[in-house]
């Protein structure tokens, strides 16, 4: 809840606010048929007020060369007040605004006071320009002091909630433009005199009290005969349109600072800290409500609007067209307002606004207290008003009464006739608003309120340290968690992957382990089948010898026995001869060692041709004095040796050779 409406203050007893008549309401601009040019505004049902739907419409611009050109020339500038709807055509020539056609409606609604002033331009202007600003006192200015450097502008959000809390509280002296005797004097329907009668009797009604004391200033109006009740009825509509007491406000901002020293931007920049410092602003704010009440009533006639600018102060910003001067007072004189402004050639450097008492100037002493002392080193004072109300019956004693010369501030005479009662002083701040928005003025001279809400360029969002740190926030969180989340996804994917690898390493080992145990068994087996080769060819070539040596027994069987016998002498008798195996038991009696020695060296002579030799000889004597000798003969034994050597030695290198090629696999 913002502090306006925490501290909603009470209404004067003479502001009085009705609500709006249905016929008030209704939309000029739908009818049934073909007798419509444009469709039914979209959901205007749903809202009790067409104008207020038809804020949120987003108007069609048709662009071509000729209307592109004249469109940045000409525009329509509207001025609102109690009186009505003043509408004048604009006009840029020769680097000056200049009005080409008035026109005038005193209609409250204001979609149909529109539509009634472009119908009478369109009388005397073949084609009106689409574009247009409007002038009302619903906006109001003031410069305040902001902890904003014009070299570091904020945002709008945080600007418009800075002017919140400086401006908030001029919006309750505003409402009191809206009183009902304003309204009616302004209006026509009553004097100047007449209204401070009115007010004279109803304090004499409150100071006596009764039922006659809670009289309101309208109705007293009527009993009086000074109105009727029509006139009072129309009064309460536009009023209720206009006060908005408890409502948001939009605003509208421009550096209201002097020139200064000239110091580079980057200087400038590097000096100042905003948060410890201040800085002039001309400010402006105006109900959010009539704001979008003022918008939609130019949608529903097709008309771009463009800004709003305050009434007060617009004087100002022409003044710097008429007038050279480098310091510039201007004090201008409203029915309800008396507001003094002054400023170099480029920005307002002070602004007073203040109510006044009723009555068609001003007196000496009101002007003066708001005047004040001015500083010795000002000449002129300007003055704008409305001339033909005797205004110049105040310029000389403000002259003598200051020691300065009073200027009137009278704006040019537009080119076409004006209407009825109208003056064209009454249009001089038409003239600056338009001046201000066609770029023919320092910017900083008016400070106008946006008619369409501003929307940056995202990249102009986009570039701001704020939302550029959120950015950097936001990208390194989500590069944070998408690398969190790519490392989980990567580490569940390798969990996965080296689980499948495990699996395929064991099933691969078991499968190696397998094929190891059967290349084992393989070696094995082949030791085996050459072992066994080799023992079956050792096998067979013994066998073969032993045939061999089996034969070769046989067949040296005889030549031995007669080998045996060859050695026998007369000192030598044979008693047996025994074979058992390969060899030969021999037992002869012989009669001396001597001759027993001599048998068994010839029988090693003569059994050695047929592969016997003596293996063993002994010679033990008997009982008889005889002696027996014992002779063994042994088959070749060396050859046995010869051929069992070779075999472990063959058996040797087999053993070697199957080791070598193991270790090699």
Known sequence: ????????????????????????????????????????????????????????????????????????????????????????????????????????????????????????????????????????????????????????????????????????????????????????????YLTSEQREEVLVELEVRQTQGGPQSLTRFGDLSVQLGFINRDQLEECFALQGKLVAVDDDLVYGW???????????????????????????????????????????????????????????????????????????????????????LSGTQKVITSFQAVGRQAGTLPSVDECLDLIGILPSDISRLYISGAKHNNLSSLLQPLSDALHIEIQHVSAPKPIAPLPLGLHEDLLHGVIGAASHFLQLLPASRVSPIGAKEHKEALWQKAIKPRNLAISATAVLVIGMFSFLGWMQWNTQVQTKRLSDLNAKFEKESKVKKQLQAIYNESLKTRDSMNNTTQETATLTQLLKRLEMDRSHRAANLPPLLKAITLGVTPDVALRSIEKKQDRLFIIAEVSSPTSGQEYVDALTRWVRPVHYQVANSSLPQSDNDDYLLNITLDFKPGLTKRLLGSLNQREQLLTEEGSHATAEE
């Open 254 to 340: 421009k550096s209201a600072e002097a020139e200064r020293s000239s110091l580079s931007d980057e200087t400038l920049l590097s000096q100042e800290d905003d948060s410890n410092s201040s800085h002039a602003w001309l400010v402006s704010g105006m109900s959010k409500t009539v704001h979008q009440r003022w918008l939609g009533a130019f949608n529903l006639n097709h008309i771009h609007l463009e800004a709003f600018y305050p009434t007060l102060g617009s004087s100002f910003a022409n003044l710097n067209v008429e007038h050279d001067n480098a310091q510039q007072w201007l004090f201008e004189i409203h029915q309800e307002q008396l507001a003094l």
């Open 1 to 188: 809840m913002s502090f306006w409406k925490r501290n909603k203050p009470a209404l004067p007893d003479t502001l009085e606010h009705t609500t709006d008549e249905a016929g008030e309401l209704s939309n000029p601009f739908v009818f049934s048929g073909n007798e419509s040019n444009s469709a039914p505004l979209k959901g205007s049902s749903a809202h009790s007020d067409p104008e207020l739907a038809a804020a949120g419409l987003t108007l069609k611009k048709r662009f071509s060369l000729p209307s592109l050109h004249r469109n940045h020339s000409t525009l329509l500038a509207f001025q609102a007040g109690s009186f009505g709807l003043r509408g004048a055509l604009i006009q840029q020539q020769k680097g000056q605004a200049v009005i080409s056609a008035v026109a005038h409606s005193r209609t409250v609604d204001f979609t149909r006071a529109i539509a009634d002033v472009l119908a009478q331009l369109s009388a005397t202007q073949k084609r009106l320009p689409k574009r247009a600003i409007l002038l009302t006192p619903s906006v109001i200015s003031a410069i305040v002091e902001l902890p904003v450097s014009p070299l570091r502008p904020r945002g709008d959000e945080q600007m418009q909630e800075l002017i919140h809390w400086e401006l908030e509280g001029s919006i309750t002296q505003q409402n009191k433009h809206w009183m009902i005797g304003s309204m009616l004097v302004e209006r026509g």
